[in-house]
């Protein structure tokens, strides 16, 4: 049976677009794209899944008024639907050790970098971006790895490197770097993690 998958979305979801994409065309094929949940309502990601016909969900930590609150609705949200991975992409919001500890290699994170530079507590979106320039790397790119309890702290699945031109703004660099690194490495990490919860399954 195809794995049910939750992407965890917060703004334009185009790494989710990706994943779509990608569950059209068959590069995912040992898991199924069967709700999405967003931290805000405004996001555009919202539309993204419902064009796609996936269910949408929408928790924001305002509203539920803790982070223990807006974990445990998501946890609940996550039992309902029977998922078994939770891909992050472009989720803008910490997940504590009470959250990721339940889901171990189970969870999943792009990140706009090449881990361990220009990574965890702060370093989100464009500010990745910016550092990375500021910096004077000649080499970036973007890396799916396991979430745990340490920001973008768990192991590497995937990356992919993406050359900084001289002229770049920290836009530019951030729309290479996700055409050319996140929107592949994201779907095929998806692919890879299902497969293999797919098959530990048969072993068992
Ligand atoms: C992406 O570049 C993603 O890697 C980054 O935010 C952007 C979201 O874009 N995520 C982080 O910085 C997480 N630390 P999207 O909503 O269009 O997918």
């Not at 979305?9 to 967003?38: E, H, P």
């Not at 969870?107 to 965890?120: E, Q």
């Not at 900084?164 to 770097?177: A, C, G």
């Not at 055409?179 to 994201?186: F, G, N, Q, S, V």
Request: charged share 25%; glycine share 8%; hydrophobic share 40%.
């Amino acid at each position: 049976m195809l794995k049910n998958i939750a992407v965890l979305v917060s703004g334009g979801g185009t790494n989710l677009q990706a994943l779509i994409d990608a569950q059209k065309s068959g590069i995912i094929k040992s898991g199924k794209i069967t709700a999405v949940i967003s931290s805000s309502s405004q996001a555009y990601a919202l539309k993204r899944a419902e064009n796609a016909g996936i269910k949408t969900f929408v928790v924001s930590k305002k509203e539920e008024g803790s982070q223990e609150k807006f974990e445990e609705k998501i946890i609940k949200i996550l039992e309902d639907e029977k998922i078994d991975l939770i891909v992050l992409a472009g989720f803008m919001c910490i997940l504590t050790k009470n959250f990721t500890s339940r889901y171990p290699n189970r969870i999943i994170n792009v990140h706009p970098s090449l881990i361990p530079s220009f990574c965890g507590k702060g370093f989100y979106g464009l500010k990745v971006h910016e550092a990375a320039l500021e910096y004077g790397v000649k080499v970036s790119g973007a890396t799916v790895h396991f979430v745990n309890e340490i920001p973008d702290g768990g192991k590497i699945i995937l990356q992919k490197a993406v050359s900084v031109r001289k002229n770049d703004t920290p836009e530019t660099l951030q729309k290479r770097i996700m055409r050319e690194a996140e929107w592949k490495i994201l779907p095929k990490a998806a692919e890879k993690v299902c497969r293999n919860l797919l098959k530990n399954e048969k072993e068992k």
